[in-house]
């Protein structure tokens, strides 16, 4: 199928607001392996980064040994807490359905496993407004999911719209347009030298104007 103009979006910290479910569920998972000595920032930076980097962060040299149980006891949490408190950005279904209705293909290309990717669009209520939808592939990183997508679509033109420079970077080795959600989980100044920078999802339709323009 071909899309001549497609904008594919993020989803943790671009349409979703993560954080309402993810600081807890990380909290919980570490205090049941006993290493629940992190903050609050340093849990919430880690929104968007495949599981796989959690392990490696949060475990250390214990990556081995730990990292099969810190994935089950997160993965628990993480399903219960988005079923429960997973909940858009203010006017996300105005500007997606505003993208729409300007004649815009819409795509989702995420970190999340399916399973995950399937129950949060489903918790937020936005799976019926994408046309496409792209979890991490078996090769784990956002620029190949990206890729599997563009293949498939084949669109004349697209832009990606994320938080993170995962999102960044899958976007210029795929040679498509970004922006740069600074409303998500970003670090300070990890998105700073993006040319366009959306402060809330009111900005977007705007902003894809101007690169489609």
Same mark, same amino acid.
């Given at each position: 199928?071909?899309?001549?103009?497609?904008?594919?979006?993020?989803?943790?910290?671009?349409?979703?607001?993560?954080?309402?479910?993810?600081?807890?569920?990380?909290?919980?998972?570490?205090?049941?392996? !006993?290493?629940?000595?992190?903050? &609050?920032?340093?849990?919430?930076?880690?929104?968007?980064?495949?599981?796989?980097?959690?392990?490696?962060?949060?475990?250390?040299?214990?990556?081995?040994?730990?990292?099969?149980?810190?994935?089950?006891?997160?993965?628990?949490?993480?399903?219960? !807490?988005?079923?429960?408190?997973?909940?858009?950005?203010?006017?996300?279904?105005?500007?997606?359905?505003?993208?729409?209705?300007?004649?815009?293909?819409?795509?989702?290309?995420?970190?999340?496993?399916?399973?995950?990717?399937?129950?949060?669009?489903?918790? =937020?209520?936005?799976?019926?407004?994408?046309?496409?939808?792209?979890?991490?592939?078996?090769?784990?990183?956002?620029?190949?999911?990206?890729?599997?997508? =563009?293949?498939?679509?084949?669109?004349?033109?697209?832009?990606?719209? !994320?938080?993170?420079?995962?999102?960044?970077?899958?976007?210029?080795?795929?040679?498509?347009?970004?922006?740069?959600?600074?409303?998500?989980?970003?670090?300070?100044?990890? =998105?700073?030298?993006?040319?366009?920078?959306?402060?809330?999802?009111?900005?977007?339709?705007?902003?894809?104007?101007?690169? &489609?323009?």
């Amino acid at each position: 199928m071909e899309y001549s103009k497609l904008v594919i979006f993020d989803v943790d910290g671009t349409l979703n607001q993560t954080e309402r479910y993810a600081v807890d569920a990380y909290r919980k998972a570490l205090h049941e392996i !006993g290493m629940d000595h992190f903050t &609050d920032e340093q849990l919430k930076s880690r929104i968007g980064a495949p599981f796989q980097e959690d392990i490696c962060f949060f475990l250390g040299d214990q990556a081995n040994t730990l990292g099969e149980q810190f994935l089950t006891c997160t993965a628990r949490y993480w399903f219960e !807490g988005i079923r429960k408190k997973a909940a858009v950005y203010p006017g996300t279904y105005a500007m997606l359905d505003s993208l729409k209705q300007k004649g815009y293909q819409l795509a989702v290309c995420s970190n999340a496993d399916p399973q995950e990717l399937e129950l949060i669009l489903d918790a =937020l209520n936005i799976k019926s407004r994408f046309d496409y939808i792209q979890s991490l592939t078996e090769k784990g990183t956002k620029k190949e999911s990206l890729k599997k997508l =563009l293949e498939c679509c084949n669109p004349q033109w697209a832009v990606m719209v !994320g938080d993170r420079d995962y999102d960044r970077e899958a976007a210029e080795r795929n040679e498509i347009a970004f922006i740069a959600c600074m409303y998500g989980y970003g670090a300070p100044g990890e =998105l700073e030298r993006c040319e366009y920078q959306a402060a809330s999802v009111l900005e977007i339709p705007d902003l894809v104007n101007q690169l &489609d323009s």
